[in-house]
């Protein structure tokens, strides 16, 4: 509450001293003079003017003292700043900008950004656009999970001749109630000096279970395709697409893999690097 309010007329500026009760923050406040309009009425025996050249001395809790200015648009107290500093009071929410000439001023932050006054920065939404980030620096992981996704899986000479037997992980299970769909198996072939030879269709499927016989989780490559390389080059299985059938049981939270039917590949001594295109979905 403020309990004394003079001006010194004898000055220019006009010095006006205020003694209050209220702290800083409640004498920065918007609408505070006119909260004490009661007060100051009673002490200046009438309404209070003010002059636009009235700097004011405020004696304020607890126990400080300091240079202000009234500001009539916010109906409150504004600091002085010290000698070639920046005033030390600023409006809830604001940051200090750099104006057009050369000053600093309050402002709220706008635009595709905003900050509180406890320093929270909230990123409007739609702001991040392509244009705004860098080429090359979000992966798969900050994607959403049907967004297609890739895995690169090298296959060494003896996986590929024990597919039969011993299938090998592509992608591994993506969680509970989600599912893999495959969309196509670049084959990468390098060609060392033997072909394959003997083996089945070569298929993804989900689930390990051996021999190729887990359900079908993309096309088949069949083993004449593989045996006939005979130099490097490229072999592709087909996508899911319309040829999924299979159980939820068999398929929700589980890894796919690669397998072949029929009987193990013989010979051959290529390496592959398999590039699998896939995505994973959450059925209703």
Not at 248 to 254: G, K, M
Not at 266 to 281: A, C, E, F, P
Request: proline share 2%.
């Amino acid at each position: 509450m403020i309990t004394s309010i003079k001006r010194e007329f004898n000055l220019f500026p006009n010095i006006v001293g205020i003694v209050t009760t209220d702290d800083l923050t409640a004498i920065t406040t918007t609408g505070y003079f006119s909260t004490q309009s009661a007060e100051v009425e009673l002490l200046n025996n009438g309404t209070w003017q003010w002059e636009v050249e009235d700097i004011v001395l405020i004696f304020y809790a607890t126990d400080l003292i300091g240079w202000f200015t009234y500001d009539a648009s916010t109906d409150a107290f504004v600091s002085l700043a010290a000698n070639g500093g920046i005033s030390n009071t600023l409006p809830s929410g604001d940051i200090i900008v750099g104006n057009s000439s050369n000053i600093a001023t309050a402002r709220a932050m706008s635009g595709d950004a905003t900050i509180s006054n406890t320093g929270v920065l909230t990123i409007a939404n739609l702001a991040v656009t392509g244009a705004k980030m860098a080429n090359n620096t979000v992966d798969y992981a900050q994607l959403a999970l049907d967004v297609a996704a890739s895995a690169t899986v090298t296959l060494t000479a003896s996986q590929v001749q024990n597919l039969y037997a011993t299938p090998v992980q592509l992608i591994a299970a993506p969680g509970a109630g989600k599912l893999i769909l495959i969309d196509s198996i670049l084959w990468d072939i390098a060609f060392v000096s033997a072909q394959y030879a003997a083996g089945g269709a070569i298929a993804a499927q989900y689930g390990s279970t051996i021999h190729g016989a887990g359900p079908a989780a993309s096309g088949t490559l069949a083993a004449a395709s593989l045996n006939g390389v005979a130099a490097s080059g490229f072999l592709s299985n087909a996508g899911s697409a319309g040829l999924l059938n299979v159980a939820s049981s068999a398929s929700l939270n589980t890894a796919v893999y690669l397998s072949n039917a029929s009987a193990a590949f013989t010979t051959g001594d290529s390496t592959v690097t398999l590039y699998v295109k896939y995505r994973v979905v959450t059925p209703a």
